[in-house]
């Protein structure tokens, strides 16, 4: 852990650098098409390449751009990130949250973690918010190392959670009625019926491949977590089909609703 954080230390350092900025209170990061959202928080056209920082793993996954930016809003300034690392593109545990780590060694003390997730509760509609409540972490893998016993009872902020689904229109209309889990899978395949069965019998709500790592090392480092899924599909037990362009559609439609959530957060926050 030492290691990652020292890591994370000089990637926040050169980050600071880069944007001017010394300090950030809410990081922001940007799942499977969503990083639109970036440009409606408010984003400027000068972003830095994330992948040019030392430490930081290589993006190749499609939806996802290696950029950040510093937005302020109301006060306080947001460390968005325009997409994320997976386990599939070959990487450690450790290598996936890095980008969260900077962003927390930058000094945001709130993580507002979007994703995209295919629905496996029958009332989670292709294009709605599901506000997270808890995770499955289905992929026997962890970014901590060590005996560092972290509680994660409160995984994902109750109080973050209230204000969330207290946002306005347009963003309440996309919003799901209540709260849910998230299944953490490897991927990059998507499950099999057989898979959906099991996680939904095992309480899962969604299930995505990414998040939960992250709000694990965001816990470790007593930071409150938002977590944020588009359902952009249904899962391969409620339909046989699922297509990556539609997949993509979905998150370019969702961007306006995501940013107002996200919006709404931070300037409740502040």
Do not use: K
């Not at 938002?226 to 559609?249: H, K, P, Y």
Request: hydrophobic share 50%; aromatic share 4%.
């Amino acid at each position: 852990m030492e290691a990652a954080a020292d890591r994370a230390e000089q990637s926040a350092r050169e980050l600071a650098r880069r944007l001017g900025i010394d300090h950030h209170d809410v990081l922001v990061l940007l799942g499977s098409g969503l990083s639109g959202a970036a440009e409606v928080l408010g984003a400027g056209e000068e972003p830095v390449p994330l992948d040019t920082l030392p430490f930081f793993p290589p993006y190749t996954a499609g939806g996802h751009r290696a950029w950040g930016w510093s937005v302020e809003h109301r006060g306080l300034r947001i460390l968005v990130l325009g997409g994320r690392c997976h386990l599939y593109e070959g990487l450690t545990a450790v290598e996936v949250v890095h980008p969260l780590r900077t962003g927390l060694a930058a000094g945001c003390r709130a993580a507002i973690l979007t994703a995209a997730a295919g629905g496996i509760r029958q009332d989670l509609a292709t294009g709605s918010v599901m506000v997270v409540e808890d995770h499955l972490n289905m992929t026997g893998q962890t970014p901590l190392t060590g005996p560092d016993f972290v509680d994660m009872a409160d995984a994902y902020s109750l109080r973050l959670q209230a204000l969330a689904l207290s946002a306005p229109e347009p963003a309440a209309s996309a919003l799901s009625a209540r709260p849910g889990v998230y299944a953490q899978l490897t991927g990059p395949q998507f499950e099999t019926p057989a898979e959906i069965g099991m996680l939904r019998t095992a309480g899962a709500d969604v299930v995505g491949m990414s998040m939960a790592l992250e709000t694990i090392a965001a816990r470790q480092a007593g930071i409150d977590v938002l977590g944020l899924a588009l359902i952009t599909n249904s899962a391969a037990a409620v339909s046989s089909t699922i297509d990556i362009a539609d997949i993509a559609d979905v998150g370019a439609a969702a961007v306006p609703a995501v940013a107002a959530v996200v919006h709404h957060v931070v300037g409740s926050l502040a």
